[in-house]
C-alpha cells in the first residue's frame, strides 16, 4: 500500500478524529473511504459538475406521504384555487 503524507488543519484534523470515533475507524480507513468516493467517476456536464435530476433530490422524499389522494395530478378541482389571491 502506497504511504502518503498531507497537513491538516486544527479544525479539520478533530473533525477527522471525531468521524473516525463515530464510525469505529481509523483515520487512515476513514480518508481512503471518503477519497475512493470522491473519486468514483459520476455523471459530469459540460462544466465538469455532478449532474442530478429532479428526482435524485427529491428520492428520499418519495412515497413519504400515505394520506393524500390517489388523483392529486389529474384532477383539475384540486386546482381550482390554485393562485387564487
Do not use: H, W
Amino acid at each position: 500500500m502506497a504511504v502518503i503524507s498531507l497537513k491538516l488543519t486544527e479544525a479539520l484534523d478533530a473533525q477527522l478524529t471525531d468521524q473516525a470515533q463515530r464510525r469505529r475507524l481509523s483515520k487512515s480507513e476513514l480518508v481512503r473511504r471518503a477519497l475512493t468516493a470522491f473519486l468514483q467517476p459520476s455523471r459530469q456536464d459540460v462544466e465538469g459538475s455532478a449532474t442530478q435530476s429532479a428526482g435524485d433530490l427529491v428520492a428520499d422524499l418519495v412515497g413519504c406521504c400515505e394520506d393524500g389522494p390517489a388523483d392529486l395530478s389529474s384532477n383539475p378541482a384540486y386546482l381550482s384555487e390554485f393562485g387564487a389571491n
